[in-house]
């Protein structure tokens, strides 16, 4: 985990940072779905991949650790959504596995960076008074 006294904004956290590439990582490769996704797969991919992000930040920014952790917990489950998302896209045949690779190892990275702060903050809540 990051040093706290380095950490002044959720946008200092490197797993926010990730989560920002994975998301224009995704709107890179959905731009060229098929023009009937648009309101379908290209709309959920899209939300779930934002997700991420917003949750760190949004967990981040609450008051409690209990919620920090709902909220990292969140964007763990919508990583495993755009993983979802990116496979169903290679099955479909609109876009290329070594696309979807690429994207998919910073997704490895990134849900790996989140179940470690999880641990984290499960150590902190378990050393406060």
Not at 22 to 30: F, G, M, T
Not at 34 to 53: C, F, H, M, N, W
Not at 69 to 88: D, F, K, N, P
Not at 105 to 123: F, H, N, P, V, W
Request: some cysteine; aromatic content about 8%.
């Amino acid at each position: 985990m990051e040093s706290p006294s380095r950490i002044q904004s959720y946008r200092d956290l490197k797993v926010w940072q990730l989560g920002m590439e994975i998301v224009e990582a995704v709107y890179q490769l959905s731009s060229s779905y098929p023009k009937d996704e648009t309101y379908g797969l290209t709309s959920q991919i899209r939300r779930a991949a934002v997700s991420v992000p917003a949750n760190i930040a949004e967990g981040h920014a609450r008051a409690f650790t209990k919620e920090y952790q709902r909220h990292l917990s969140i964007a763990v489950g919508s990583l495993a959504e755009v993983e979802t998302y990116l496979e169903l896209c290679v099955r479909l045949g609109y876009c290329r596995a070594d696309s979807v690779n690429a994207v998919q190892k910073m997704t490895d990275e990134e849900r790996r960076m989140l179940r470690g702060l999880q641990r984290a903050l499960r150590a902190k809540y378990r050393d406060l008074p």
